[in-house]
């Protein structure tokens, strides 16, 4: 039985990786460095593509922010919605894949992505139907061909 339950959580922690990146917290410095550069006001709307625990929203959601984080990991969607609880009036949680989701008119997206699909989220971005100024903030990694506005230690904000 401990096995079965060892081998569903090495599966729902691993498979992300075919799809984005796998579940690596955003460490404090990083995430204050982030919200710093999204610059997002009260009533504006934040996506976290692979939201893992929660945090980012949760820290975003406190300055009255609407935020929706995507996740696969059905593990780390309960973990977030717990860690989310007291801000639920601002963030939903989605048990989704977001290159199958279609997204809201959001001012600002952040994202831990691999490198070898920042091309496909440029295209993603750049194909909304409504394109509203938004902002990406990318732990780590540059997309492709796209000059960033501005970098923080190792974090890049794009304007779309």
């Given at each position: 039985?401990?096995?079965?339950?060892?081998?569903?959580?090495?599966?729902?922690?691993?498979?992300?990786?075919?799809?984005?990146?796998?579940?690596?917290?955003?460490?404090?410095?990083?995430?204050?460095?982030?919200?710093?550069?999204?610059?997002?006001?009260k009533?504006?709307?934040?996506?976290?593509?692979?939201s893992?625990?929660?945090?980012?929203l949760?820290?975003?959601?406190?300055?009255?922010?609407?935020?929706?984080?995507?996740?696969?990991?059905?593990?780390?969607?309960?973990?977030?919605?717990?860690?989310?609880?007291?801000?639920?009036?601002?963030?939903?949680?989605?048990?989704?894949?977001?290159?199958?989701?279609?997204?809201?008119?959001?001012?600002?997206?952040?994202?831990?992505?691999?490198?070898?699909?920042m091309e496909?989220?440029?295209?993603?971005?750049?194909?909304?139907?409504?394109?509203?100024?938004?902002?990406?903030?990318?732990?780590?990694?540059?997309?492709?061909?796209?000059?960033?506005?501005?970098?923080?230690?190792?974090?890049?904000?794009?304007?779309?």
């Amino acid at each position: 039985m401990l096995a079965a339950i060892l081998i569903v959580i090495l599966i729902c922690f691993s498979i992300v990786i075919f799809f984005g990146a796998p579940y690596l917290p955003t460490l404090k410095k990083e995430k204050l460095a982030a919200i710093e550069l999204l610059d997002l006001k009260k009533g504006e709307l934040l996506l976290e593509l692979g939201s893992g625990d929660g945090r980012m929203l949760k820290e975003m959601a406190k300055k009255e922010v609407f935020c929706v984080g995507y996740e696969l990991n059905p593990i780390l969607v309960l973990i977030s919605r717990l860690i989310c609880w007291p801000q639920r009036k601002f963030v939903t949680i989605k048990w989704a894949n977001f290159w199958t989701e279609e997204f809201p008119d959001a001012n600002g997206i952040y994202v831990f992505l691999l490198d070898r699909y920042m091309e496909k989220l440029n295209k993603k971005i750049l194909n909304r139907e409504k394109k509203v100024p938004l902002k990406l903030v990318s732990y780590a990694f540059k997309v492709p061909k796209k000059k960033y506005v501005q970098k923080k230690g190792a974090l890049f904000l794009y304007q779309y």
